[in-house]
Antibody, heavy 117, light 110 residues
């Protein structure tokens, strides 16, 4: 089973930036498509972004496009989410997940981002 | 990228069956064979229960089943057990490497 551990969450003011990381324990990390999914307080899951194995395919939800950047370091088995121009509505728990054939199979425990003045 | 529509809550007694619906459009559920369902207990990460509309990952009880008709998908849980009480989310591939989740349904086991 693949293990995922997210780090980098914290409390920031509107307009500031934050970088999340997700360490993935998988021998074949470079073969995995990976996602970020977020969940606002007491709210549902929202798909945020996706990246394929060699980062040649990257897509974003409309709500974060132009502000968030997903990337990966295959040498370090790590997925990143660079978040800029943060808004209050970006507050929530951010999960990383592996894609195993159009399904989000393995999930991390999440890291919490709070955007507040 | 509008969220798929799910009922806010459903309930059932132990041993009964419940069905959770998930309605989308031709751009997502209606045009995709990649509909999945996730179970989330409070404070925990989601867990995939159904993928590709009706397939169960290894380890998921066969009490959980999925189906799709047109732009609507459904998750049915038969023989309800106390541990099934959780939030459930549908998710559909929406083309061009984008995905969309449903708003979530809270299942209460009475």
């Amino acid at each position: 089973e693949v293990q995922l551990v997210e780090t980098g969450g914290g409390s920031v003011r509107p307009g500031e930036s934050l970088r999340l990381a997700c360490l993935v324990s998988a021998v074949d990390f470079r073969d995995y498509w990976l996602h970020w999914v977020r969940q606002g307080p007491g709210k549902g899951l929202i798909w945020v972004a996706q990246i394929n194995g060699d980062a040649s395919s990257i897509t974003y939800a409309d709500s974060v496009r132009g502000r968030f950047t997903i990337s990966r370091d295959n040498a370090k088995n790590t997925l990143f989410l660079q978040m800029s121009s943060l808004r209050a509505e970006d507050t929530g728990v951010y999960y990383c997940a592996t894609d195993q054939g159009y399904r989000l199979h393995d999930w991390g425990q999440g890291t919490t981002v709070i955007v507040s003045s | 990228q509008s969220a798929l529509t799910q009922p806010r809550s459903v309930s059932g007694s132990p041993g009964q069956s419940v069905t959770i619906s998930c309605t989308g459009t031709n751009s997502d559920v209606g045009g995709s064979n990649y509909v999945s369902w996730y179970q989330q207990h409070p404070g925990k990460a989601p867990k995939v229960m159904i993928h590709d509309v009706s397939k169960r990952p290894s380890g998921v009880p066969d009490r959980f089943s999925g189906s799709k008709s047109g732009s609507s998908a459904s998750l049915t849980i038969s023989g309800l057990q106390a541990e099934d009480e959780a939030d459930y989310y549908c998710c559909s591939y929406a083309g061009s490497n984008t995905w969309v989740f449903g708003g979530g349904t809270k299942l209460t086991v009475l």
